[in-house]
């Protein structure tokens, strides 16, 4: 099978003076280039950064997960790649001096080490290493003379040798390995062979060593448990010298991001306001000296993402206002003084050297690439991904609409190419899992994302940011705690109802798609309220609530932050907002898709949902996929592609043809000739 992008190239080998327009293509997003990570040199000269691709598999690449090029500039469109193509790096950084970018990387048949390579010139060089652990993380002494680094737990020889004796039982849960923190003196001739190891309290998942080198800030939880990430992380102060911990921030719930001041005073922290904030999207201030702290923006209606000293002492920080983003920044007391809207693009995430800010940033119409705020704009650095100059995107906007309560709520909707056509448009509702997250005005394509590839095929696509989504304040995401599917669920029938009454949608080809909790609302749309869709695609999706509690690995978030009370306090109302409970009014068709390995959502779910259907509703189309080795979504190239090709044909299939009652399309869908390809 020929790819439309590869005739559309050979045509213009033909005429390379004409620029054809064409839609996007599930080969085109196989395909896209990403900036992933970013530092600045101290004195802001220099901009390290990482792009992240997946190997091209329907071109003949083998298979592989995404991986990370290293890649040096100095100003727009100068960028160069600053190592080999072979080599997937990540944790890029700056030595303090800033001679060296540094970097994690693992040298065939080696562990994870700290590397570096000098910014004019020189190769590539082992800093600091580990003998029998790969570093995870890593954090410079502000003098250069000393590295810290996180690593995972010492081997245990014992059990290792039960392993290979075939006793490879596991004890689920009780198996704990902790991680490790190191310091490493740094010779730029040689790596230290006897670190020094620094105890440390719980499971550290991140360090920042403050300006005077004497201390450093931690994040830690009471084990490597995810759910004990999730509701139990702790910012912390740990005595480098010593290994104790002079202080314990504490914060009541959710952790985010933070960041020490360039005096030491201060940090900067993310996080919730309380055990029941779904969400770390909260300003604060640490004082350092007696470890209070206070909020900047709570309660006000939008979600900080991230945020950076400069320097000066000023502060610079991303809030997402909604599906839109600003820049802001406050002075050391607290007080903002700038705050910029961000135009076209979204921010995510941004980095400072000296004064100078740089920050990553995607739009309708590219991925993320590299942005520096510059006299008084934002001006692009990269351009990555030039090919989709090619591509005729369609009109990407913010739509708000009165759900049926009266609560206003706003979403993205991207148009279908060449216009809604008379009587709606065959749509697709795209939700986003969580529920904490949300929908921001950016790039919305991506492998379990239909976006511009189904507005190209002739389809609306509307992402609905329904109660429980981050970016409209704490208040609206709590919304749907202790209230699972209403309003929340109906928050995207009643977007559906605006669509149709603006025109934009036709009410009999409706269809909707999600991942997690995403894949929640599909399996509850396509149960409980069949009537309202024709056609869903559920990945890694939750269908019992009952047990689900007792298959995840979060039952402690779902407790605080989602569901508000324990099953066997009420088993028939966890039973009723269940999608199997509702199987028996299931008509639309439904495509199940789930990674064997899913930690979060057991695939047991989907099963439990699949049979449901087969048995109680044997005339609806139903159909399970599951991906070897995928977990709580997609990783591999091959899996990636598989599932945007098998989502847009259940759509094709069965929403815009309207057809409920359509034979089941062939289960393995039309793949390239990947050996010819190849060749």
Request: net charge negative; charged share 25%; hydrophobic share 35%.
């Amino acid at each position: 099978m020929k790819t439309l992008h590869k005739l559309c190239a050979a045509t213009a080998l033909i005429m390379p003076s004409i620029a054809l327009a064409r839609p996007m293509t599930a080969e085109d997003v196989a395909r896209l280039e990403s900036v992933q990570t970013i530092a600045i040199s101290p004195d802001g000269s220099r901009i390290a950064y990482t792009t992240r691709s997946l190997p091209d598999v329907t071109s003949g690449e083998e298979d592989g997960k995404a991986r990370q090029r290293l890649n040096l500039t100095t100003g727009p469109d100068a960028a160069r790649a600053f190592l080999p193509d072979d080599m997937g790096v990540s944790s890029v950084s700056f030595s303090p001096d800033g001679s060296m970018i540094t970097f994690l990387w693992s040298d065939e048949g080696e562990k994870t080490a700290l590397w570096g390579i000098p910014v004019d010139g020189g190769s590539h060089r082992k800093l600091a290493a580990i003998e029998d652990a790969a570093i995870r993380k890593y954090a410079w002494a502000p003098d250069g003379s000393t590295v810290y680094m996180l690593t995972g737990a010492a081997p245990d020889e014992a059990r290792d040798a039960e392993k290979e004796a075939g006793f490879d039982a596991v004890v689920y849960e009780e198996e704990q390995r902790f991680n490790r923190l190191f310091a490493a003196e740094v010779n730029r001739k040689r790596p230290d062979k006897n670190p020094r190891e620094i105890t440390v309290p719980g499971y550290v998942s991140d360090i920042e060593v403050a300006p005077d080198g004497n201390w450093a800030a931690i994040t830690s939880a009471p084990s490597p448990l995810i759910d004990d990430a999730y509701t139990s992380k702790r910012l912390q102060i740990l005595d480098l010298a010593s290994g104790n911990i002079r202080r314990v921030i504490e914060t009541p719930g959710k952790l985010g991001d933070f960041e020490i001041s360039p005096d030491g005073t201060q940090i900067s922290m993310i996080a919730a306001v309380d055990a029941n904030d779904p969400a770390a999207t909260t300003l604060h201030l640490v004082n350092v000296a007696n470890g209070t702290y206070r909020a900047l923006n709570a309660g006000a209606p939008e979600a900080t993402v991230d945020t950076e000293w400069m320097a000066d002492g000023r502060l610079a920080t991303i809030a997402h206002v909604g599906a839109q983003s600003r820049l802001r920044i406050y002075t050391e007391d607290g007080n903002l003084v700038e705050d910029i809207a961000s135009g076209p693009i979204i921010l995510t995430g941004l980095e400072s050297g000296g004064n100078r800010i740089a920050v990553e940033a995607d739009s309708p119409r590219h991925p993320s690439e590299l942005f520096l705020w510059s006299n008084g704009r934002f001006q692009r650095w990269t351009q990555h991904n030039e090919w989709l100059a090619d591509v005729d995107f369609v009109e990407q906007r913010t739509m708000r609409y009165t759900a049926r309560d009266g609560q206003q709520i706003e979403g993205i909707l991207i148009e279908p190419v060449g216009g809604v056509p008379a009587g709606g448009a065959p749509t697709i509702m795209d939700v986003h899992g969580g529920p904490e997250s949300h929908e921001s005005n950016g790039w919305l394509t991506a492998y379990s994302m239909p976006g511009q590839v189904a507005a190209g095929e002739g389809y609306a696509v509307f992402l609905p940011n329904y109660r429980g989504s981050t970016g409209y304040g704490t208040a609206f995401s709590k919304q749907h705690q202790n209230n699972y599917t209403d309003p929340e669920f109906t928050d995207i029938v009643d977007a559906k109802r605006a669509l149709v009454e603006a025109g934009i949608t036709d009410p009999d080809r409706t269809g909707i798609t999600g991942g997690s909790y995403g894949g929640y609302a599909t399996a509850w749309s396509a149960t409980a309220l069949s009537d309202e869709y024709a056609a869903g695609v559920m990945f890694v999706g939750i269908s019992n609530q009952v047990s689900k509690f007792g298959t995840t690995d979060i039952p402690n978030e779902m407790y605080l932050v989602h569901a508000r009370k324990w099953p066997w306090e009420d088993w028939q109302g966890m039973m009723e907002v269940s999608p199997i409970y509702h199987v028996d009014t299931a008509e639309t068709p439904l495509l199940i898709m789930h990674g064997e390995d899913d930690p979060r959502v057991s695939p047991t779910q989907s099963y439990e949902l699949y049979r449901n259907i087969k048995l109680r509703k044997p005339d609806t189309p139903v159909r399970l996929v599951l991906y070897p080795d995928e977990g709580h979504g997609n990783a591999g190239a091959a899996a990636r592609y598989d599932y945007n090709l098998r989502m847009m044909r259940w759509f094709d299939t069965y929403l815009k043809s309207g057809d409920r009652t359509a034979a089941l399309p062939d289960p393995r869908p039309d793949l390239p000739d990947m050996e010819s390809d190849a060749d």
